[in-house]
């Protein structure tokens, strides 16, 4: 939009710059409820002006930037809802006044692969999304376990996890979890710890086992809709995955180079709706019964040649 002596009128609400050498030639509204950089922003003088001015922002998205850093005086933004980060390669911190943010929604910070360790993000008590990527080795679940409003969680690229424990007080709410390219990852929080969780996504974690340690403790479940990709340590599909039986309506396996069995209790899934495997070389054949998922609407097979073979024999 171009605005009359390169001015933008005060009672502009909503602003999104183009350019990355626009920011700092005009005046922000001090009335400002969005504000939407653009790519590769470093302007570091406009952001700073931006936070002690627009006390009353809602929406701050800084994707794709290049700051190594927030100033500290954007816990004075007590109005805020959304702040995006994501992908902001050069961050390298973030300061603990983050955590004053009390009416934040939404956290992103996934893709920031400089990140050094996270503040007591605990304190954010009114969060319900966050997607996090961290350097750190020990992965901040006391904090986590204390955002009793979360609903989504995206872990991404910590390379550095060994293990994803969500203890303490039980994530009722989270609904959403997906999990990806953490290529140490070894284990993680039996699920029951999730017990209104409906969709599962795991992917590119080549180290991880999907198991309880103890798979002949059934654990309910409310699954709609599992993913699992790239996942060379999954042979078998694990035992704990029954207590979805009367809810799981979509499940999708890829790139399981190991994957080599489908269970017999396959059947039990009576919601089923749709059934993807793909890329699954040593998978052969279906359980004797799958043709009792009498609610089963679209069977995708590819990249299994052997699979595929048997299907058509019968």
């Known amino acids: 939009m171009k605005f009359p002596d390169e001015n933008i009128f005060e009672n502009v609400l909503h602003l999104s710059f183009i350019k990355n050498d626009l920011l700092g030639l005009t005046p922000v509204p001090t009335g400002l409820r969005t504000m939407i950089f653009p790519m590769g922003a470093n302007n570091e003088a406009f952001l700073n002006n931006l936070v002690s001015r627009c006390e009353f922002l809602r929406d701050l998205r800084l994707v794709n930037s290049t700051y190594k850093s927030l100033p500290r005086s954007i816990g004075k933004l007590k109005h805020l809802r959304y702040l995006n980060l994501a992908n ?68 991404d690229s910590c390379g550095n996890l060994e293990t994803l424990l969500l203890e303490g007080i039980p994530l009722s709410n989270l609904e959403w979890l997906n999990i990806s390219s953490c290529g140490n990852l070894k284990s993680m929080s039996p699920f029951h710890v999730f017990p209104n969780l409906e969709i599962l996504g795991i992917k590119n974690c080549p180290k991880l086992k999907l198991s309880l340690g103890n798979d002949n403790q059934i654990p309910k479940l409310k699954l709609k809709l599992l993913t699992l990709n790239s996942l060379p340590q999954l042979v078998s ?27 017999e209790w396959l059947s039990a899934l009576i919601c089923l709706h749709k059934l993807e495997l793909e890329d699954c070389p040593k998978l052969l054949s279906l359980p004797k019964d799958a043709h009792c998922l009498s609610n089963l609407e679209g069977l995708s097979i590819k990249g299994c040649p052997e699979l595929c073979r048997s299907v058509r024999r019968e």
Do not use: M, Y
């Open 88 to 155: 902001s390669k050069e961050l390298k911190r973030l300061p603990n006044s983050v955590c004053k943010l009390q009416n934040l929604h939404i956290l992103q910070f996934n893709g920031c692969k400089k990140l050094q360790t996270l503040p007591k993000i605990g304190n954010l008590i009114s969060l319900r999304q966050l997607f996090i990527t961290t350097k750190q080795f020990n992965f901040p679940d006391k904090e986590i376990a204390k955002l009793t409003s979360l609903e989504r969680l995206w872990v």
């Open 237 to 263: 599909f694990p035992n704990w995955l029954q207590g979805c039986a009367d809810t799981l309506r979509i499940l999708v396996i890829a790139n399981c180079e190991n994957f080599d069995e489908l269970p």
